[in-house]
């Protein structure tokens, strides 16, 4: 290990991202990332990298989405406001921040293969988790990671992406789009039974893909401890049997206690061990890339906050993350459920 090596840490940001105004009300506002770029200017003015994104071509759209989506969405330009589903509405630019949302995602990766930095957040909106192939949904319209995920493998040939995904809705656009392939292993914790009420144990992937999607889904009572100790023990193991090359990871902040869609007990000290078990994982794998990629998060200072103590913790010295996760009760009975149902496929447990 570098002792005291800093890691560069690249920030994908745009103001065109605020082009994308879903209505007055509408709680995934531009508000949201006015309030964290005011904070990157404040705190991290010089410790960061800028990268600058640029808008995705329909090609890399179409990756995983539908050239009849797509061109549905490109059409709500003609529009002041278009509703892609009920919690989905448009106006006649959001399609410019959708197209920027991918853009930056896949431009953040881009900036950790040429070596700009060694670990990238991409602070974009809209979201992307919830995105299907041939449908908006969720406050999302293009899967920003799905397609992430899809350019990495087909342009640079990684096989083997992990993608975590600790926002407190399960990511039902991402799990669908990978659920019968190996070469993408979701792992998602989220609220049992809330919107969008899939993302259940029994989902463990089809075909080819069985075991390579892992759903925690949490019940009430967690506390940040449960929650570290059960993604520090899954995630171990699949950094140890499936070995990933890169990890793409959904960081929703409505998980916090503040959030009104979340309402659990997290706080940023979740935040702050999960970065750290991403560092971790990142050392363990050889220094592979991982980008995060903003997904929800809806009440402004505790969203600051959180994005906050992600970064202190990615621009801090290498030598100084290592974090331990001890055992919790509720955790290590998450973790036996989840050996439980996966044991037999003998994908990432021992
Ligand atoms: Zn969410």
Redesign the pocket.
């Known amino acids: 290990m570098d002792q005291g090596k800093n890691i560069k840490v690249g920030i994908v940001r745009d103001d065109r991202y605020m082009l994308h105004r879903p209505g007055l009300v509408h709680p995934e506002r531009p508000d949201r990332l006015k309030a964290i770029y005011k904070m990157l200017d404040k705190d991290f003015a010089s410790t960061v990298t800028n990268i600058q994104p640029e808008l995705a071509t329909l090609e890399q759209i179409e990756l995983v989405h539908t050239p009849t989506y797509v061109r549905k969405v490109l059409r709500t330009a003609d529009r002041d406001f278009t509703n892609l589903a009920p919690d989905t509405p448009v106006c006649s630019k959001s399609y410019i921040a959708a197209l920027l949302a991918v853009g930056g995602c896949i431009k953040g990766l881009q900036a950790m293969l040429s070596g700009r930095c060694d670990v990238c957040f991409a602070l974009v909106r809209p979201p992307g988790h919830h995105a299907q192939r041939d449908r908006g949904e969720g406050f999302c319209i293009f899967n920003n990671l799905g397609v992430t995920a899809r350019f990495s493998n087909e342009r640079y040939g990684f096989s083997r992406i992990l993608i975590v995904d600790w926002?407190?809705?399960h990511g039902n656009g991402i799990q669908n789009l990978f659920y019968g392939e190996k070469d993408v292993f979701y792992v998602s914790t989220h609220y049992r039974g809330w919107y969008p009420h899939t993302g259940d144990w029994g989902e463990t992937g089809t075909g080819e893909g069985l075991g390579y999607t892992v759903n925690l889904p949490l019940p009430k009572n967690i506390q940040d401890n449960d929650l570290l100790y059960l993604y520090s023990q899954v995630l171990g193991l699949v950094m140890k049997n499936y070995r990933p090359e890169l990890i793409l990871v959904a960081a929703?902040f409505?998980g916090h206690c503040d959030d009104p869609?979340g309402r659990t007990h997290l706080t940023e000290m979740a935040y702050k061990g999960l970065t750290e078990l991403m560092l971790d994982l990142q050392e363990a794998g050889g220094n592979l890339p991982v980008l995060l990629a903003l997904?929800?998060g809806y009440h402004l200072p505790s969203l600051v906050s959180s994005v906050r103590t992600v970064i202190n913790v990615l621009s801090g010295k290498r030598s100084n993350h290592r974090a331990t996760f001890p055992p919790t009760e509720l955790g290590a009975e998450l973790l036996e459920k989840a050996y439980q149902i996966h044991r037999g496929y003998h994908v990432w447990t021992d």
Request: glycine share 24%; hydrophobic share 25%; aromatic share 0%.
């Open positions: 926002d407190i809705h929703g409505d869609m997904e929800g």
